[in-house]
């Protein structure tokens, strides 16, 4: 299976596009003073910094080093205190029920091992606790440039670049049955994102500072297969596109909030 290096690139140049996402998860995780927040791949804290608030304690959890030292600078340099510190979906590293909100912002996707998610989820959330996540809806145009850089890397590599099957973190009924043995239930609102740049060739610039971009297109190039994906990419993005003098594009999304059910649950 293929994981990129997150500390790989400049993915803080592109989390600000996300930033809308972050905004609407921390609202529906309704923190008030006092709410302990765990930040499940928090990147370069978008949602992380949003959700310290006064009288909240927030921890960030991510496995890349340089982004977490970017979140751990943003939060200075606003007067926060944010703990940061290095982990997974599957492996926190936290003590557990030490959570009343545990959120991911497009985090949780990228962990293929959805039983091992779930476990820590319940073992870090508190009793009383909710959990919230965004994850991307299928049949977007972010979708197919996706699927466009999965098949490369395929070609590359000769390996598909996830296995087959996985969760899909979008679907409320999934993810309902995924953590019902821990008695949450699970709401879903639908949300768009949108996504913009000078032009198509410039969100294909600025899809270059990626992890994924960083780690693969060197490969690619190897292989003469990155001109194909640069064409097919733009291809996408003008078909897509829905303003004339620059680039934007809107890709669905799902926010999950699954609440715990059983308060006194030890």
Not at 109 to 118: L, Q
Not at 121 to 141: E, F, K, M
């Amino acid at each position: 299976m293929f994981a990129p290096d997150w500390s790989n690139g400049s993915y803080e140049r592109i989390a600000p596009q996300l930033l809308p996402a972050a905004r609407i998860a921390v609202a529906l995780a309704d923190i008030t003073s006092g709410t302990r927040v765990v930040d499940i791949g928090c990147g370069s804290g978008n949602a992380t910094l949003l959700a310290a608030g006064p009288g909240v304690r927030v921890t960030g959890i991510d496995p890349a080093a340089r982004l977490l030292a970017v979140a751990d600078a943003r939060a200075t340099a606003e007067g926060k205190v944010i703990t940061f510190r290095s982990g997974t979906a599957i492996a926190t590293g936290l003590t557990a029920r030490c959570a009343d909100v545990v959120m991911s912002v497009f985090g949780l996707i990228f962990e293929p091992d959805a039983a091992a998610t779930a476990r820590e989820l319940d073992r870090i959330t508190a009793p009383n606790g909710r959990i919230v996540l965004t994850a991307w809806l299928p049949g977007s145009a972010l979708d197919e440039i996706n699927a466009e850089a999965m098949r490369t890397y395929a070609a590359a590599a000769g390996s598909p670049a996830r296995p087959a099957g996985g969760m899909d973190w979008h679907d409320p009924d999934s993810v309902a049955d995924l953590l019902r043995p821990y008695e949450f239930t699970v709401t879903a609102q639908r949300h768009t994102l949108a996504f913009t740049a000078d032009s198509p060739q410039g969100y294909w610039e600025l899809s270059a500072h990626h992890p994924f971009a960083v780690t693969t297109w060197e490969l690619f190039n190897q292989h003469g297969l990155l001109e194909g994906l640069h064409s097919r990419t733009i291809d996408i993005l003008e078909r897509v596109n829905e303003e004339p003098d620059q680039m934007r594009f809107t890709a669905p999304y799902q926010v999950l909030v699954a609440q715990r059910t059983a308060p006194d649950r030890p």
